[in-house]
């Protein structure tokens, strides 16, 4: 397809929108209990790296992106493989996340209507993102940002104002060791959220020069890591560390327990503004990205794919029958195929482009020694 032109802000701006999405949602760190939040931090200082690992492969080929970087430098044949993979990747990514707006608005809202009512409406959202193409869609998320950071401020604000929080529940730090906190942390945190900006080398070769892209993506991702780590702990010191990860949907039940002079008291409408924006931008930044990567490998039109990846994206998050089959699911792939394709192949790809550009260096230098 043809690379359109966006502005720094836009990338930046999606991506905050993207990490937070899911926040609403789940409950990081369970498993460690109290020490969630060290979890939460190894995960994210790993997560750092491999970001850091994509900009360096970004600035050895900034007109690439990643279905067009591993065809370029691992063949033609294993490298659109690779790509094609990496495009059911992310469209099952999208079908999770456009899962999980289905389960909180039943939840929530229309608790007599067929999930698959809601799905095919926040689908056909997506679809039309998807239509008007990339540029249009990161100019409007930049325009919802203000929104989300706002409606979480305000959660943030009434909470520590009504007396809910009790740092007790963080005590005692490193109970049983180091080794829950890394096991919560590795792979399952890493995967969900802090490994996915491997999606974003698809959309990095679309800033315009001179941006300072490297910069203050790695400015965002940090401010974006601590957000995360605050809101993830306050659903531990509201609702404790045996509570925190057996809720369903834990920030709701923080939200719901907001009583502040008996005014301010049903504040359920800051989360489901917060996770629709938050997951409605994860599900249409992984679906573009797979949209342009199916047209990429195959050398096809960009709007011939919009339909068809909707169509498997929809029929990949009907599948669970359930949402514990649904959770459940998500756990098993988080743990078997989640690392392949976040940390193996990118790794993968950055020894090969480092081989490749020595053996380029090599066979430089010897031709300038054989030359008269």
Request: charged content about 15%; some cysteine.
């Amino acid at each position: 397809m043809k690379r359109e032109q966006v502005q720094t802000s836009q990338i930046v701006s999606t991506f905050i929108v993207f990490q937070m999405g899911g926040l609403a949602i789940y409950f990081f760190g369970g498993s460690a209990k109290q020490d969630a939040w060290l979890s939460m931090l190894l995960a994210a200082c790993i997560g750092l790296v491999l970001l850091m690992l994509h900009f360096a492969m970004h600035r050895r080929e900034p007109n690439k992106n990643l279905f067009e970087l591993f065809q370029h430098y691992m063949g033609k044949g294993l490298g659109s493989i690779i790509a094609i993979l990496f495009c059911i990747y992310f469209a099952y990514e999208s079908s999770r996340s456009l899962r999980d707006i289905g389960e909180i608005t039943v939840y929530m809202l229309l608790n007599q209507t067929p999930i698959v009512i809601p799905m095919l409406m926040i689908l056909g959202i997506g679809y039309t993102a998807a239509r008007y193409g990339p540029r249009v869609y990161l100019l409007g998320t930049q325009v919802l940002l203000p929104v989300l950071l706002i409606s979480y401020i305000i959660l943030l604000i009434m909470i520590f104002s009504t007396g809910l929080v009790n740092f007790e529940y963080m005590l005692p730090v490193l109970e049983h060791g180091i080794q829950p906190a890394w096991d919560a942390a590795i792979p399952q945190m890493l995967s969900f959220p802090f490994a996915q900006t491997i999606l974003f080398m698809v959309y990095f070769p679309m800033a315009k020069k001179g941006g300072r892209l490297r910069k203050s993506m790695l400015i965002s991702y940090g401010a974006v890591s601590l957000a995360m780590l605050v809101i993830n702990q306050i659903n531990l010191l509201v609702l404790g560390p045996v509570l925190a990860p057996t809720v369903v949907f834990p920030l709701l039940k923080v939200v719901q327990l907001i009583e502040l002079a008996e005014v301010f008291e049903r504040m359920d409408v800051l989360f489901i503004l917060a996770a629709f924006l938050g997951l409605g931008t994860r599900m249409s930044t992984f679906l573009i990205a797979a949209i342009i990567g199916f047209s990429d490998t195959t050398r096809t039109s960009y709007k011939k794919w919009i339909l068809p990846v909707c169509v498997a994206v929809f029929t990949m998050s009907m599948l669970p029958a359930n949402f514990t089959e649904f959770y459940h699911a998500g756990i098993i792939v988080g743990d078997m195929v989640y690392p392949i394709f976040q940390i193996l192949l990118p790794i993968l790809l950055f020894i090969v482009m480092l081989l490749r550009r020595n053996t380029r260096s090599s066979t430089s230098e010897d031709r300038k020694r054989l030359s008269p």
